[in-house]
């Protein structure tokens, strides 16, 4: 079933991914930020994944463009997933918000503006979720680092 | 003494004050007795009636995922085991057996049948946790005291093989810590026959309790459609009536070979809740009991040098032996370069640990799809539109957990 479903995705997408294959019992998809919405629209209408798990970024400090954007997709008509991925650069870091297609794409797109510094276009609430209003930086970047601190109030001494 | 500047509020709130008309804005928590872990709550109120909620957390936040990314692989296992501290060791065995897919090790099958065995008695105790805590704050506290009882049996159960009560750290890559400890599974019985006397109390003490229904029935409702556009997982989507569980949908440990049911509720509110995770109690009961019938014998951790340590009586006495065991300890085990995505069934929803390796000891990204975490999204759907004095009992029903919340 779950192999079934891929093939159909991979031939789908086969000619405007940037790279599509297997990767531990899911399928793995690249495209350009630009796609980012056209395909997960596909995904939720044509392939029937109903379910955003999870909205996070890898961060590749040496490399150009920096990040990776990556999306976990779940069907529960299926029970298949898709791991969507998408590479931005740090001085364009910003792609389309997926809000309008799937609700918990709101919260999990607050906590990666937080961590590491991407955009969501279209998402009208990226106050911080886990971190406090006027925390300096991205955390979850690599060139943050671990002990630096932020008191919000001054230690006493 | 000098002027004290004002603390800076660390939260901005999604709305204020004087929007609507005869409207008041009450902040609920971060520390309030009433909602169990540190969330605070905005509420915009109508009389007693819930217009608008904004929910924070975070205030539990302690950078579990930029740690990670200093720690060799094993010595994650106790951060992750502070996620969800009701069943430390379901994260535990998600966490291992993503590592594990990435290693491209298969556990040996007394470990799997002992891991599958120990994640429903994790679950039999946060859904007793989360029942008694709901259950309390609407005042009942015979029931709170039964259920609790019965937790505190199973936590020194565990700890008989652990060697702690909450965390456990019980996990390793490629296996377990320990074998059961001799009598284990005599007293598991006891404690399994104990758990059919004090639920089957609570049962006749609150299924058809009046006060109990009028506070629970069409509270917090939830439809299936929403509950999936909002994220939601676990038994809360199955209050909603869809039998949807990765333990049968994609089954990993031994789930497969097992018989049980996915209860489900009818309406997707507070009662419906409160009963999917009662009778989820007793699928895993089941299922604990057909588990202890049939261990296979043999190791509980796989005979493979790259995660498992050597034995000792080698590491004293050859070469290669103390040279492994130092480069597993020092450098961490050697995790081929790949990324993974291992779902299991935690006790609230779908506990997801996707991890980025470069081939090194060290992981370069931890991140946990925390189910807690996608629910507070969308708690605010359960919470707008009631009274006020239902937020407590909703928020209870959702069961959120700061630690994996806010990581």
């Known amino acids: 079933m779950a192999a079934d479903v891929h093939d159909r995705i991979a031939e789908r997408w086969a000619a405007d991914a940037l790279e599509i294959g297997p990767s531990h019992g899911l399928l793995a998809l690249r495209v350009e930020p630009r796609r980012l919405t056209e395909v997960a629209r596909s995904l939720k209408a044509e392939f029937g994944f109903d379910l955003l798990l999870d909205v996070t970024a890898v961060d590749w400090p040496a490399r150009e463009p920096r990040f990776d954007v990556v999306y976990h997709f779940y069907s529960t008509r299926d029970f298949v997933r898709v791991r969507l991925k998408t590479r931005v650069a740090e001085s364009a870091a910003t792609v389309d918000s997926l809000a309008a297609l799937y609700q918990s794409a709101r919260f999990a797109e607050r906590e990666c503006h937080e961590m590491y510094g991407i955009g969501f276009r279209g998402n009208d609430d990226l106050r911080p979720a886990l971190l406090y209003e006027g925390f300096v930086g991205h955390p979850l970047r690599k060139d943050y680092p671990k002990h630096r601190e932020q008191p919000l109030v001054p230690y006493r001494t | ?407």
């Open chain 2, 1 to 407: 003494m000098s002027a004290r500047s004002p603390l800076p509020n660390p939260i901005r709130a999604a709305f204020a004050a004087g929007e609507h008309e005869g409207t008041s804005i009450v902040s609920i928590g971060p520390s309030h007795p009433a909602t169990h872990g540190t969330v605070q709550i905005i509420a915009e109120l109508s009389g007693e009636r819930i217009l608008r909620t904004d929910v924070h957390c975070g205030y539990l936040h302690r950078g579990f995922e930029k740690e990670c990314e200093s720690h060799t692989w094993h010595n994650l296992i106790p951060y992750v085991d502070r996620l969800n501290y009701c069943s430390a060791l379901i994260n535990d065995f998600a966490y291992c057996d993503a590592v594990e897919r990435l290693m491209g090790i298969k556990i040996t099958p007394r470990c799997r049948y002992l891991r599958t065995l120990l994640a429903e008695y994790s679950r039999v105790a946060d859904h007793l946790t989360c029942t008694a805590a709901m259950l309390m704050e609407l005042g009942a506290m015979t029931a709170f005291l039964y259920l609790v009882m019965l937790r505190d049996y199973i936590y020194e159960h565990l700890a008989a093989v652990t060697g702690a009560r909450v965390t456990y750290s019980f996990g390793r890559i490629g296996g377990l810590a320990n074998d059961l400890p001799d009598g284990w599974l005599t007293r598991l019985e006891w404690i399994l026959s104990e758990y059919d006397t004090f639920v089957g109390r609570v049962h006749g003490l609150i299924d058809r309790n009046r006060i109990f229904i009028d506070r629970m029935r069409d509270i917090g409702v939830l439809r299936t459609d929403e509950a999936i556009n909002w994220g939601f997982t676990g038994p809360v989507l199955r209050s909603t009536g869809v039998p949807r569980d990765l333990r049968k949908d994609t089954p990993y440990l031994a789930y497969g070979e097992l018989d049980f049911e996915v209860p489900v509720g009818i309406n997707g509110d507070n009662y419906d809740r409160y009963y999917v995770r009662m009778r989820e109690m007793d699928e895993s009961v089941h299922m604990i009991r057909q588990l202890a019938g049939r261990l296979p014998p043999g190791p509980v951790s796989v005979d493979d040098r790259r995660c498992t340590l050597p034995p000792k009586h080698l590491v004293y006495t050859e070469i290669e032996s103390l040279i492994n065991h130092f480069k597993l300890i020092i450098d961490g085990p050697q995790v081929p370069a790949g990324e993974v995505y291992a779902a299991h069934e935690g006790a609230n929803g779908e506990l997801g640990f996707y991890l980025v390796s470069t081939g090194l000891g060290v992981p370069y990204k931890v991140h946990v799809r925390a189910p807690s975490f996608v629910h507070v999204g969308g708690i605010h759907r359960l919470l707008e539109g009631y009274q006020l004095a239902d937020l407590v009992p909703t928020f209870g029903s959702v069961n959120m957990i700061g630690g994996e919340c806010d990581r």
